[in-house]
């Protein structure tokens, strides 16, 4: 595969993610795919889906767990919410991830990904240790099915993910940077912290936002936008990932799955761009 194939956000029957037929009507070669319902996770299924993306020529880079309960309809309701960072949801969530962990090992993937959700500031709490606790469990499953795990950025700062990252101590745990998400929480300027993180990160999203209004980051949404038209400023994004090394999928994550003719025409607007400004930066 060459350098920087573009990619999108992708699902079949559950969660986020544009459907398989916009895809194929692109002609995007790469997915991230989000994890189908648990019914769903067969081998038949497997199978089946792995058979139409190989006579579509598409390629799994990686499967995203996604869990019922999940809201971002704030930034609070998100941090209460999301991943696995809620107590009383945890244990569940991480037998769940390592369901979809397994079901990605049908599909022949060797990585999957997720949002862990807020994680505490204070490295000494019992919430943060058993945190750690609860991750090195599910790095341990997935290291079994021989694949990573990438968290997603965004709801911790650049400093705090690394700490995170180095205080789990296991070597198949890495990022997947997503720039608009620094942005929509207001957690750090995304071309700063990507260099921060570089050496971590092994996936990524193309997606685009706008700031909060000044003094509210962190406390209110910033917007998401079609890609070329927010604060990410996506030609210093990709040459930041050209020098940190990175030559993976550029995988566009454009999510207004209530809007689905704008949502296709946003991405394929995204493809475009991203097409040349990849000639412009390797040629």
Not at 41 to 50: E, L, P, S, V
Not at 117 to 141: C, I, K, M, W
Request: hydrophobic fraction near 40%; charged fraction near 25%.
């Amino acid at each position: 595969m060459s350098k920087w194939p573009v990619g999108v956000f992708a699902s079949v029957d559950a969660g986020l993610g544009v459907n398989f037929a916009v895809v194929q009507e692109l002609g995007i070669p790469t997915i991230q795919l989000h994890a189908p319902h648990l019914e769903t996770r067969t081998q038949a299924n497997a199978d089946a889906f792995r058979a139409r993306c190989d006579a579509a020529g598409v390629t799994i880079t990686c499967v995203f767990g996604g869990f019922e309960g999940e809201s971002y309809a704030d930034i609070p309701t998100t941090a209460r919410t999301v991943g696995l960072v809620p107590e009383e949801t945890r244990a569940a969530r991480v037998q769940e991830m390592k369901e979809i962990s397994d079901f990605a090992r049908l599909l022949g993937v060797g990585v999957v990904g997720l949002h862990i959700g807020f994680v505490p500031e204070d490295r000494s709490s019992e919430s943060y240790q058993n945190l750690l606790t609860a991750t090195r469990d599910l790095l341990d499953h997935v290291a079994n099915n021989g694949q990573n795990l990438h968290l997603e950025t965004g709801q911790e700062t650049a400093d705090h993910l690394l700490h995170f990252i180095e205080d789990v101590k296991r070597d198949n745990l890495f990022i997947n940077f997503d720039p608009a998400n620094m942005i929509l929480y207001g957690t750090g300027e995304p071309i700063e912290a990507l260099k921060k993180v570089g050496r971590f990160v092994r996936s990524v999203h193309c997606k685009d936002a706008k700031w909060a209004a000044d003094g509210r980051r962190g406390i209110d949404w910033g917007s998401e936008v079609a890609l070329g038209d927010g604060d990410v400023g996506m030609e210093d994004y990709l040459r930041t990932l050209n020098e940190i090394g990175y030559d993976g999928p550029l995988t566009i994550e454009r999510e207004i799955p209530q809007d689905p003719e704008r949502q296709k025409a946003d991405i394929g607007k995204a493809q475009r761009l991203l097409e040349e400004l990849r000639s412009k930066i390797l040629s």
